[in-house]
């Protein structure tokens, strides 16, 4: 199995941006489509975005589309996730997954433990 780790979380500004890094062990990523997800308090588990393994291919939640990036740099066995244009409403704990498809929540078997995204009005 691959073990993954997020960081880059924190306190931010409406407006404001912010870059999650999940870096891996264990085994390459490029064995994997990799994701992030997001669960504010009280919520449920939502997915944000997607990529497959080569990072040519990605799939947003419309939520974020338009404001977020996810990329990946297999060579650093690392996943990131660029976030612009904060709202309040992205305030949650960020996860990255691993999995086998990039577009299908439930391929996601391989989890981090999260980093904090604080987003103030």
């Known amino acids: 199995q691959v073990q993954l780790v997020e960081s880059g979380g924190g306190l931010v500004q409406a407006g404001g941006s912010l870059r999650l890094s999940c870096a891996a062990s264990?085994?390459?990523?490029?064995?994997?489509?990799m994701g992030w997800f997001r669960q504010a308090p009280g919520k449920e588990r939502e997915f944000v975005a997607g990529i497959n393994w080569s990072g040519a291919n990605t799939h947003y939640a419309d939520s974020v589309k338009g404001r977020f990036t996810i990329s990946r740099d297999n060579a650093k066995n690392t996943l990131y996730l660029q976030m612009n244009s904060l709202k309040p409403e992205d305030t949650a704990v960020y996860y990255c997954?691993?999995?086998?498809?990039?577009?299908?929540?439930?391929?996601?078997?391989?989890w981090g433990q999260g980093t904090q995204v604080t987003v103030s009005s």
């Open positions: 997954a691993a999995g086998s498809f990039y577009r299908e929540s439930n391929s996601f078997a391989y």
């Open positions: 264990g085994r390459t990523i490029s064995s994997y489509a």
